[in-house]
């Protein structure tokens, strides 16, 4: 029998296309109850039959080092322990070690998302849903209860015709959401249900339109970044936190449980 030793950043979707195989074999022979969370240092068990050799895990583009004072705030959702009660105290200690405001009322939302960098070509310019979402709250009884999603937090070059030109070179720079802590409240918009921030607040933006966002250059315009579905071969992001449509649904309706103000609290990976 062939086995994986997971290591810190693996998904079971990534891994599964790695060793030719599907997420629902994988958690099946591993008896995994959720697919979206595997634990580092934990041995997975391959397929019966799998003999040829492992495919090399794609190669990350390089990022510019950043001084230190830019360093994003880095989680570890790799690592959570089991149980709903473990991992709800796990991730609240992650939310309030990142500086964001943890809010333990009943049916009072906690996100905290973990953006994996990706640049804006990525698919083609379509974007990717390489991200992952918790989602914690306590509902009237004061039973936790802990989600997880796949998004995306990064905007898709495609979608750059949304964006503002901000240094007047004729050309659109393209923003995304900062690691750290933002507000949001239930709203609407164009195409329906959706998360807006409760104010503006200051984005990342590409100035140099290389796909990514090492310059660490800010601007106004996170008013307009909302939490909304997206595509099936796209995610529809010009700065917005997306969801493929099926995992947009849960969400959607999950976080329609909550109320009043939902903190949002965005970590790298």
């Known amino acids: 029998?062939?086995?994986?030793?997971?290591?810190?950043?693996?998904?079971?979707?990534?891994?599964?296309?790695?060793?030719?195989?599907?997420?629902?074999?994988?958690?099946?022979?591993?008896?995994?109850?959720?697919?979206?969370?595997?634990?580092?240092?934990?041995?997975?068990?391959?397929?019966?039959?799998?003999?040829?050799?492992?495919?090399?895990?794609?190669?990350?583009?390089?990022?510019?080092?950043?001084?230190?004072?830019?360093?994003?705030?880095?989680?570890?959702?790799?690592?959570?322990?089991?149980?709903?009660?473990?991992?709800?105290?796990?991730?609240?200690?992650?939310i309030q070690a990142a500086g964001g405001t943890f809010r333990s009322g009943p049916n009072q939302m906690n996100l905290l998302g973990f953006r994996t960098p990706t640049n804006t070509g990525a698919n083609g310019g379509n974007g990717r849903y390489d991200d992952r979402l918790v989602m914690l709250w306590k509902d009237s009884r004061?039973?936790?209860?802990?989600?997880?999603?796949?998004?995306?937090?990064?905007?898709?070059?495609?979608?750059?015709?949304?964006?503002?030109?901000?240094?007047?070179?004729?050309?659109?720079?393209?923003?995304?959401?900062?690691?750290?802590?933002?507000?949001?409240?239930?709203?609407?918009?164009?195409?329906?249900?959706?998360?807006r921030p409760t104010g503006d607040f200051s984005v990342q933006r590409d100035m140099n339109h290389d796909g990514a966002f090492s310059e660490n250059r800010r601007t106004g315009g996170g008013a307009s970044m909302l939490f909304h579905g997206g595509g099936t071969s796209g995610t529809y992001s010009a700065g917005c936190q997306t969801f493929s449509p099926s995992e947009w649904a849960r969400f959607s309706r999950d976080v329609r449980l909550g109320n009043g103000v939902i903190g949002y609290t965005l970590v790298e990976r």
């Not at 990022?63 to 989680?75: A, E, F, L, M, W």
């Not at 923003?175 to 249900?193: A, C, F, L």
């Open 1 to 94: 029998m062939s086995t994986y030793r997971i290591r810190s950043g693996d998904t079971l979707s990534a891994l599964a296309a790695r060793f030719d195989t599907t997420v629902s074999t994988l958690a099946r022979i591993n008896h995994i109850e959720n697919p979206n969370l595997i634990i580092t240092g934990h041995t997975l068990r391959l397929p019966d039959g799998f003999e040829r050799p492992q495919k090399p895990a794609p190669a990350k583009p390089h990022q510019p080092q950043q001084p230190v004072q830019q360093t994003p705030v880095r989680g570890t959702d790799a690592v959570a322990p089991t149980g709903t009660a473990a991992q709800y105290e796990h991730f609240k200690q992650q």
């Open 142 to 195: 004061g039973q936790p209860h802990v989600k997880f999603y796949q998004y995306n937090t990064e905007p898709a070059r495609n979608m750059s015709r949304y964006s503002a030109d901000v240094n007047g070179d004729g050309r659109a720079d393209q923003g995304r959401v900062p690691t750290g802590y933002h507000e949001y409240q239930q709203s609407s918009w164009k195409n329906g249900y959706c998360l």
